[in-house]
Structure formats: structure tokens, C-alpha cells
């Protein structure tokens, strides 16, 4: 009724009667490397995050032998995350990151920066530099440079070393300079 074909292997110790042909083996696939999931670093803050941000975030210092980039503090960072919302007072933070929202007092803090997402009301602050690109409303002093991006919106009384405004910032509210700032 069947016939083996004339390519068809043929098993060992088969007999003129019944033909038992041998069956090919499935070959074994090889093993695919698993992908590592993509793990985004902080989002720019000139592109949109495709999801925001729900925590805060304490980065330690970094190692004394590790050269600090020129925009960022070498130390203890605070980020205040996307929809976050923290209130109360901040002690030795070397550089705050506003993304979300913070109604606190500053103590001991070197810089602030506040993304355009950022929200600092209610509060006082008093460092070394500040870069606004978001809202910052309430008392403000900056012993060295203030800077206020195209996007940022600055309220209340604020004193400063030096002071940068972009085409678009808005400064409004009591503003002085502090004593021997700026003098030569």
C-alpha cells in the first residue's frame, strides 16, 4: 500500500517485510539573547516624556575621582518628579530639580533649577544659583546667578548677584541687587 520513496532513509536492521522508514529529527533552535529593557535617564527637559515621572529621587554623591558635568552639581540632588507635590523644608541639598510642585523653605542648598514642568510657590529660597525655566513665586535670593529661560515665570522679592533674562521671561515683584555685587 505505501512504498518508501527512493530518497527516504531507511533504519537499521530493516527486513525484506515491513519497511519502517526513520523519521528526521526536529533540530533544536538556538537560544535567542533576551533584550534588556530600555531604562530612560532623566527626561530633557526640551523633549516631552512619553510618561511622567512619579517619585522623588536622591542621587548620592559621586565619587571624588568622577568629573562633575559642567551644568550639574557634584553632590546630593533632590528631583522632585512630574506630578509630585512636596511641601515642608529642605536641609543640605546641594542641587534641587523642580519637575513637579514644592511649596518649602530652602536651607543650605547651592542651586535650584526648575524645569518648565516645575511649580515652586509659597516658598523661600536662598543659593548660590538658580535656573527658572518654570514658575518661581515667593522670596528669592541668589548670591551668584539668577536665570530666567524664555519659559520661566518669576514672582515676588528677589535678590540677585547677576541676572540673565531670555527673550519671553517675565521678572515681577520686588528686585534688587545685593550690596558688592557686580562692583569691580
Same mark, same amino acid.
Given at each position: 500500500?505505501?512504498?518508501?520513496?527512493?530518497n527516504?532513509?531507511?533504519?537499521?536492521g530493516?527486513?525484506?517485510g515491513?519497511q519502517?522508514?526513520?523519521?528526521?529529527?526536529?533540530q533544536?533552535?538556538?537560544?535567542?539573547?533576551?533584550?534588556?529593557p530600555?531604562?530612560?535617564?532623566?527626561?530633557?527637559?526640551?523633549?516631552?516624556?512619553?510618561?511622567?515621572?512619579?517619585?522623588a529621587?536622591?542621587v548620592?554623591?559621586?565619587p571624588a575621582?568622577?568629573?562633575?558635568?559642567?551644568?550639574d552639581?557634584?553632590?546630593?540632588?533632590?528631583?522632585?518628579?512630574q506630578?509630585?507635590s512636596l511641601?515642608g523644608?529642605i536641609?543640605?541639598?546641594d542641587r534641587?530639580v523642580? %519637575? @513637579?510642585?514644592?511649596? $518649602?523653605?530652602?536651607? #543650605?542648598?547651592?542651586? &535650584?533649577?526648575i524645569? *518648565?514642568t516645575?511649580r515652586?510657590? %509659597? @516658598?523661600k529660597?536662598? $543659593?548660590e544659583?538658580a #535656573?527658572?525655566?518654570? &514658575?518661581?513665586?515667593? *522670596?528669592?535670593?541668589?548670591?551668584n546667578?539668577?536665570?530666567?529661560?524664555?519659559?520661566g515665570r518669576?514672582?515676588?522679592?528677589v535678590?540677585y548677584? *547677576?541676572?540673565?533674562i531670555e527673550r519671553?521671561?517675565?521678572?515681577?515683584g520686588s528686585?534688587?541687587?545685593?550690596?558688592?555685587a557686580?562692583?569691580?
Open positions: 500500500m505505501f512504498r518508501r520513496k527512493d527516504d532513509p531507511i533504519t537499521p530493516e527486513s525484506g515491513e519502517t522508514f526513520a523519521r528526521p529529527q526536529p533544536p533552535q538556538p537560544e535567542m539573547p533576551r533584550r534588556q530600555d531604562i530612560p535617564a532623566r527626561p530633557n527637559s526640551a523633549a516631552p516624556a512619553a510618561q511622567p515621572q512619579t517619585s529621587t536622591i548620592s554623591p559621586a575621582d568622577t568629573p562633575a558635568t559642567l551644568g552639581a557634584q553632590g546630593k540632588r533632590l528631583i522632585v518628579g506630578g509630585i511641601s523644608e536641609t543640605a541639598c534641587l523642580v %519637575e @513637579g510642585s514644592v511649596q $518649602v523653605t530652602l536651607n #543650605e542648598t547651592r542651586a &535650584i533649577e524645569t *518648565e516645575g515652586f510657590t %509659597e @516658598g529660597a536662598e $543659593v544659583e #535656573e527658572i525655566s518654570g &514658575i518661581y513665586e515667593g *522670596e528669592l535670593t541668589v548670591r546667578r539668577l536665570l530666567i529661560r524664555a519659559t518669576v514672582k515676588g522679592t535678590r548677584g *547677576e541676572l540673565e519671553g521671561g517675565r521678572l515681577q528686585v534688587s541687587m545685593l550690596e558688592g557686580g562692583q569691580m
